[in-house]
């Protein structure tokens, strides 16, 4: 079978599933509602990303408002201009994971492997060669955003305390998600919001300076039809 997104909402609407965008994300917003920053800022903001390689330390970054506010009618309102993270979730597990462990790695109450997640050898490459298309557009795109951020000295991270927070249970998925939970409620709770006080302006100045270099929604879209056709 191949994989078909059914629209059950919990990539956008599970506060755990933080999701980080980049400059060239909002530029594809943009001009896809045909708006400008000021208008989709109300839904994005500086959001608490926790950092993989030190415990308990977040990182503030661009974010999208968990649940997601562009999710409406039980449908995405911007999918083919949505943010690379959104695109990339869960071909990278589909392809990089054992169909028997998928279930480990990608919560169950998601409707799309719920009802099956038998994949074919032939799928699963598929899969694997989108999410490294994706994921080397994530990597570029994330210089891109690092730039704006040290152009006006946004980088913030806080270190919370471990003893504030019990241990997770590996055994537990709702326990650690409530944790998780947790954890980013503190650290936005945490959060200098000082220098994020010219944010729209911020974004406006620098998108103008790099629009021309952001790759277009269209060229991503023909990109994904091709490599998952």
């Known amino acids: 079978m191949s994989f078909q997104c059914k629209h059950c909402g ?12 980049s400059i060239g994300d909002i530029v594809r917003i943009c001009r896809f509602l045909k708006c400008n920053v000021g208008d989709i800022l109300p839904k994005i903001g500086i959001k608490p990303f926790g950092d993989p390689e030190t415990a308990n330390q977040y990182d503030y970054e661009l974010g999208l408002n968990i649940p997601c506010e562009f999710r409406q009618g039980e449908k995405c309102t911007i999918y083919p201009a949505r943010p690379l993270n959104c695109r990339i979730f869960p071909y990278f597990f589909l392809g990089n994971f054992a169909n028997d462990r998928l279930k480990e790695v990608i919560d169950p109450s998601h409707k799309c492997i719920s009802e099956g997640i038998e994949f074919t050898d032939e799928e699963k490459e598929k899969y694997k060669k989108y999410s490294e298309f994706i994921g080397k557009l994530i ?7 690092d730039q704006f951020y040290e152009k006006y000295n946004l980088k913030q ?4 305390p471990a003893y504030v ?9 709702m326990y650690t998600k409530e944790i998780t939970k947790s954890k980013i409620k503190m650290a936005m709770s945490i959060m200098n919001p000082a220098p994020y006080a010219n944010l729209k302006n911020q974004l406006q100045n620098f998108i103008m300076l790099a629009e021309n270099s952001v790759v277009s929604a269209d060229e991503i879209n023909l990109k994904e ?5």
């Open 139 to 145: 990597m570029k795109e994330a210089r891109l955003t």
């Open 165 to 173: 927070f019990p241990a997770d249970d590996p055994n537990d998925m």
């Open 10 to 21: 919990q990539c956008c609407i599970d506060e755990c599933t933080q999701i980080n965008i």
């Open 157 to 160: 991270s806080k270190i919370m």
């Open 225 to 229: 039809k091709e490599l998952l056709s």
